[in-house]
Nanobody
């Protein structure tokens, strides 16, 4: 059974940085895309970034473009979200999704999800 475990969240001041990790285990994926989404209180889950395992194409939401990066370690089955220049609006529960066919911003295009890791940005 596929499992995704996110880690690396926490409390950070505005302008700071965090690196989130998403470790996949328990099986293989049929499709190559992994993604990060986030959900703030009283808001819908929104797309943040996506990447393929190989050769490493990426796609970012406009709201994080230029501030966030996404990378992966194929040997460790882990995807990272590197977040810089954090803003209060980035405060949310961040989820990792897997097994997407395309670099899609749609929640329904990913088959597996982790439990999330909380990111809180203070002013």
């Amino acid at each position: 059974q596929v499992q995704l475990v996110e880690s690396g969240g926490g409390l950070v001041q505005a302008g700071g940085s965090l690196r989130l990790s998403c470790a996949a285990s328990g099986g293989t994926f049929s499709h190559p895309v992994m993604a990060w989404f986030r959900q703030a209180p009283k808001k819908e889950r929104e797309f943040v970034a996506a990447t393929t395992w190989s050769p490493g194409s990426t796609y970012f939401a406009d709201s994080v473009k230029g501030r966030f990066a996404i990378s992966r370690d194929n040997a460790k089955n882990t995807v990272y979200l590197i977040m810089n220049s954090l803003k209060r609006d980035d405060t949310a529960l961040y989820y990792c999704g897997a097994d997407g066919r395309f670099l899609s911003p749609l929640y329904g295009d990913y088959a597996y999800w982790g439990q999330g890791t909380q990111v809180t940005v203070s002013s």
